[in-house]
């Protein structure tokens, strides 16, 4: 157990909580870095992912109006709220290229806010309108919407996309079922 806490502790995940002359009853807490990662492994376990079809998706006209905007180049939309993410492959390959353990753990990395838009939101600036990763060849687009809904839309690397004109259209097309 020693070994396990000596070596989370060298990663910055724990940090002693009583002198380091004590040798007996030593008292371990999370830090910041240890609290981001349990919180994640939580999101990993209790968040559902589901694939589904386009009328299964809560705004099938989201995905009919990126569809017509991005052609090929649009990979996956995901829908997702904070227990429960619905997601929509344009690509076959794509759905089954990842397992359902990648999927989560993409999901909540990429929906996570603590890292990058909480420390923002306190700065005069406030938080981002969307956040964009550029991972294996793909571009994926962070939008955040009203009642904890996020999107995440992933688009060909090589797209030539204006990342404003991508975050109103979300806007737009999501606003009708986010006031239902």
């Given at each position: 157990m020693s070994r396990a806490l000596s070596e989370l502790r060298e990663r910055g995940i724990v940090e002693l909580l009583v002198p380091e002359s004590q040798q007996k009853g030593r008292?371990?807490?999370?830090?910041?870095?240890g609290e981001l990662a349990y919180e994640r492994v939580a999101l990993d376990q209790e968040a559902e992912v589901t694939v589904v079809d386009d009328g299964e998706f809560p705004a099938p006209?989201?995905?009919?109006?990126?569809?017509?905007?991005y052609g090929d180049a649009l990979r996956a939309v995901a829908w997702c709220e904070p227990v429960q993410t619905r997601i929509r492959f344009f690509e076959q390959s794509l759905l089954d290229r990842?397992?359902?353990?990648?999927?989560?753990?993409?999901?909540?990395?990429?929906?996570?806010?603590?890292?990058?838009?909480e420390p923002?939101?306190?700065?005069?600036?406030?938080?981002?309108?969307l956040v964009a990763f550029a991972i294996d060849n793909t571009l994926i687009v962070?939008?955040?919407?009203?009642?904890?809904?996020?999107?995440?839309?992933?688009?060909?690397?090589?797209?030539?996309v204006t990342l404003n004109e991508?975050?109103?259209?979300?806007r737009q097309m999501t606003a009708a079922v986010l006031d239902s």
């Open positions: 008292l371990y807490g999370l830090t910041d870095l006209e989201l995905t009919s109006e990126l569809q017509e905007a990842y397992d359902d353990d990648t999927v989560k753990a993409l999901v909540a990395t990429l929906t996570n806010e603590e890292a990058i838009d923002l939101e306190d700065l005069p600036i406030g938080g981002p309108e962070r939008v955040p919407l009203d009642d904890g809904v996020k999107l995440l839309v992933s688009l060909d690397a090589s797209i030539d991508l975050r109103d259209t979300c």
